[in-house]
C-alpha cells in the first residue's frame, strides 16, 4: 500500500492530453444524478454525438439526490468512465448535458442543457433543498439568471406554462420535442414482436400498469390491485406487466419491490426494467392502467385504451397530464376488474386521446435532429453533415415472467345440436389468498385448483384436484410411469396428466381408468386438455371417442379428441 497514493486520472482536467488516444477538441460532461435522468441521457447522447471524435463526453456523479442509489452501478454496466463531481471545477467543460434540474452546477461560463426526464412540466415534487414543493423539470434560477441554462421542452405549450410560473425562463427554452416519444413511434411496427418476446401469445391482450412514485401514485395508493388483477384476468386471455418509476427502486430497492409485490410475481407479473424494456412493453400493451406519471400520458398518446386507477394532487393543474385525468376513465379498484378491462378495450376509440398527444408533443419525429443541432450550436462547433441516426426500441431478450405452476380452474360444459363445449378459464393460485376447492358454483360450472409437478408449495400440490406434468414424457410407457407414481403420492388427487411428447396429454383416474387429449391446436397448453378431461368426468360426458369443443375464454375455439386406453395396453 502507498503511502501516497498517485492522483486519480481522469479524462478532464490539465493533464488529460497526455493520456488520451482520441483528440477530443471540446469537453461534454453528461451530469448523472438520479437513475431517471442517467437513463434519459444514455439513451439520448449516444444518437446525437455518434462517431464525432471531436467531442470528449464524460460523465460526472452528483451524489446530492434522495434517489442515487443505482446511478453508478447503471453507469458502470453502460460502459461509461466517471469522473467525481468536485472534480469539474477545474474541467472546463465546453458543455453540460442533464435530465436532471437540480444538479450542483459547477461555477464557470459553460452552458448547461437540461432534457425532460418525463413529458414537459406536470408534477409537484418535494424540494431536496427545502421542506417545499417544487415544479418539477424546474432549474434554480440563479441557473437562468447566470444565463447558462437552456430548457429543452417538447410543446409550445410548455414554454408559455414556464414563462407565465418562472418568468426568468423566457428565452431560455429549446422546442426540441419529445425523443423518447418519437422511439416509442417508432417501435410501434415491432409491436408483434416484442409482444412474443414477453410472451404474449396465443391471442392474448396484454395489460400494463404504470406507477409512478410518492404517496399518490398508483402503487402509493394501492400496492395489492395488481394481485387482484391477475386474480381476476383469466392467464390465457390476458399477460399483466407492471412498470414502476425508477424512483421507486431507488429509493425502496429491488429486494423491497419483489417481497410487496411477491404474490402478483409468482403468478406471472411481468415486472418490467423501468431502464430498458419499459418503452418496448408500452408498445405492446392492449390496455394501460395508470396514475399522473408520465408512462401513462405516453401510453394515452400512442393510442392505448387508459383506464385511470389514481391521479394524484400533485398534477400540475392546466397541463396535458391534468387534461388526462379528467379525460379517461376511473377504475374501481373493488369493482370487476375484468369487465372494466374488457369494456376499456371494447369502447376505445384509437383517437381518443389525440388532443392530448397534440397538447403534449410537438412535431412527432424531429426531436434528435433537432436536439443534435441545439447541442452543436451550444458548443460553437458545425454540425456533422450526415443525418442523426433514427433508433429503434430494442426487443426484450426474454419474457422476465415467473412460470406459473398452479391454477385456480373454473370450466363449463355446454352441449348444442350434440355437440359438446368446455369453456375453460385458468387464473394462477398465487394470487388467491384461498385456493379454489373442487365444487360446482352452478349447472353446468366447474371450479377445481391444478397443479404442475414443479409446484414449490407443497400445500397447493396436496390440494390439487387435477396433478398435471407439463414436460413432455418421450413414451406412454414413461407418461404411465409418472401417472401412477404421482397418483400413489397425492392421494387427494383426482386425475394425473402428463404431457406427451407429440401433443396432447395422457391422464389416469383414481379409479384406474387412462384417458388420452389431444387438442388440433399444436401450441395447446397440456393443462387446457387436463381441463376439459376433467369437466367431462365432472359433467358425465362420455370419454371414449369423443370429440369435444374446447373455448379458451374469449381467446379462441379448437377440438379435443378424447379416448380411453385400454387396461391391456398397460405396461
Given at each position: 500500500m502507498h503511502d501516497n497514493p498517485p492522483p486519480l486520472r481522469t479524462p478532464v482536467?490539465?493533464?488529460?492530453?497526455?493520456?488520451?488516444t482520441f483528440p477530443g477538441r471540446k469537453t461534454v460532461v453528461a451530469a448523472a444524478r438520479t437513475v431517471t435522468s442517467t437513463v434519459r441521457v444514455l439513451e439520448t447522447l449516444p444518437d446525437l454525438l455518434r462517431g464525432d471524435d471531436r467531442l470528449?463526453?464524460?460523465?460526472?456523479?452528483?451524489?446530492?439526490?434522495?434517489?442515487n442509489d443505482g446511478v453508478i452501478d447503471l453507469l458502470h454496466d453502460a460502459g461509461c468512465r466517471v469522473v467525481p463531481w468536485p472534480q469539474l471545477t477545474g474541467a472546463r467543460p465546453d458543455l453540460i448535458v442533464s435530465a436532471s434540474e437540480n444538479i450542483d452546477v459547477p461555477a464557470g461560463d459553460c452552458p448547461v442543457l437540461v432534457l425532460p426526464h418525463g413529458v414537459g412540466f406536470q408534477k409537484q415534487v418535494p424540494d431536496s433543498r427545502s421542506a417545499r414543493s417544487r415544479l418539477s423539470g424546474m432549474v434554480p434560477d440563479a441557473l437562468l439568471e447566470a444565463g447558462r441554462a437552456w430548457l429543452a421542452v417538447s410543446h409550445p405549450e410548455q414554454e408559455e406554462q414556464l414563462a407565465a410560473a418562472h418568468p426568468k425562463t423566457a428565452g431560455r427554452t429549446l422546442l426540441v420535442g419529445d425523443p423518447c416519444f418519437d422511439q416509442l413511434l417508432r417501435g410501434l411496427?415491432?409491436?408483434?414482436?416484442?409482444?412474443?418476446?414477453?410472451?404474449?401469445?396465443?391471442g392474448?391482450?396484454?395489460?400494463?400498469?404504470?406507477s409512478t412514485w410518492g404517496p399518490t401514485s398508483l402503487l402509493g395508493q394501492d400496492s395489492d390491485l395488481v394481485r387482484r388483477l391477475l386474480a381476476e384476468l383469466p392467464c390465457d386471455e390476458y399477460r399483466v406487466a407492471a412498470i414502476t418509476h425508477p424512483n421507486v427502486p431507488s429509493w425502496h430497492g429491488y429486494w423491497e419491490i419483489n417481497r410487496i409485490l411477491a404474490p402478483a410475481?409468482?403468478?406471472?407479473?411481468?415486472?418490467m426494467s423501468p431502464v430498458h424494456d419499459w418503452r418496448s412493453a408500452l408498445t405492446a400493451a392492449d390496455v394501460v392502467i395508470g396514475d399522473h406519471g408520465s408512462v401513462t400520458l405516453y401510453g394515452a398518446a400512442l393510442g392505448k385504451p387508459v383506464l385511470l386507477a389514481a391521479f394524484g394532487s400533485d398534477a400540475v393543474p392546466g397541463t396535458a397530464a391534468a387534461g388526462l385525468g379528467r379525460a379517461a376513465p376511473r377504475l374501481d379498484p373493488r369493482g370487476d376488474l375484468y369487465e372494466q378491462v374488457e369494456e376499456a378495450v371494447r369502447t376505445h376509440a384509437p383517437d381518443r386521446y389525440a388532443d392530448i398527444a397534440r397538447r403534449s408533443f410537438a412535431d412527432p419525429g424531429q426531436a434528435v435532429a433537432?436536439?443534435?443541432?441545439?447541442?452543436?450550436?451550444?458548443?460553437?462547433?458545425?454540425?456533422p453533415r450526415s443525418a442523426p441516426p433514427l433508433p429503434t426500441l430494442p426487443t426484450p431478450a426474454s419474457s422476465p415472467?415467473?412460470?406459473?405452476?398452479?391454477?385456480?380452474?373454473?370450466?363449463?360444459?355446454?352441449a348444442e345440436s350434440g355437440q359438446w363445449t368446455v369453456t375453460v378459464r385458468r387464473r394462477p393460485a398465487a394470487a388467491f389468498e384461498d385456493a379454489a376447492a373442487d365444487e360446482e358454483t352452478e349447472e353446468g360450472v366447474y371450479a377445481h385448483l391444478a397443479s404442475d409437478s414443479a409446484e414449490p408449495d407443497q400445500r397447493l400440490a396436496e390440494s390439487a384436484s387435477v396433478l398435471l406434468n407439463r414436460s413432455p414424457a418421450r413414451t406412454a410407457v414413461a407418461a404411465l410411469r409418472w401417472i401412477d407414481e404421482t397418483l400413489a403420492g397425492f392421494t387427494g388427487g383426482f386425475l394425473a396428466a402428463a404431457a406427451l411428447d407429440g401433443g396432447g396429454v395422457l391422464a389416469g383416474l383414481r379409479d384406474g381408468r387412462r384417458a388420452e387429449a389431444t387438442a388440433t391446436g399444436s401450441d395447446t397448453d397440456p393443462g387446457?386438455?387436463?381441463?376439459?378431461?376433467?369437466?367431462?368426468?365432472?359433467?358425465?360426458?362420455?370419454?371414449?371417442?369423443?370429440?369435444?369443443?374446447?373455448?379458451v375464454g374469449a381467446v379462441r375455439e379448437e377440438d379435443v379428441a378424447l379416448r380411453l386406453r385400454p387396461t391391456a395396453q398397460l405396461p
Open positions: 482536467g490539465p493533464d488529460a492530453h497526455r493520456w488520451r470528449a463526453v464524460v460523465f460526472a456523479y452528483d451524489p446530492t439526490s434522495a434517489f411496427p415491432r409491436r408483434d414482436e416484442h409482444r412474443r418476446a414477453l410472451g404474449v401469445t396465443g392474448r391482450r396484454l395489460v400494463v400498469l404504470s410475481v409468482e403468478a406471472g407479473l411481468l415486472l433537432r436536439l443534435r443541432t441545439a447541442v452543436y450550436e451550444l458548443l460553437k462547433l458545425p454540425e415472467a415467473a412460470d406459473v405452476t398452479s391454477w385456480c380452474v373454473v370450466t363449463t360444459a355446454s387446457l386438455c387436463a381441463a376439459v378431461l376433467y369437466t367431462c368426468l365432472r359433467a358425465g360426458i362420455p370419454l371414449d371417442s369423443t370429440i369435444v369443443t374446447l373455448r
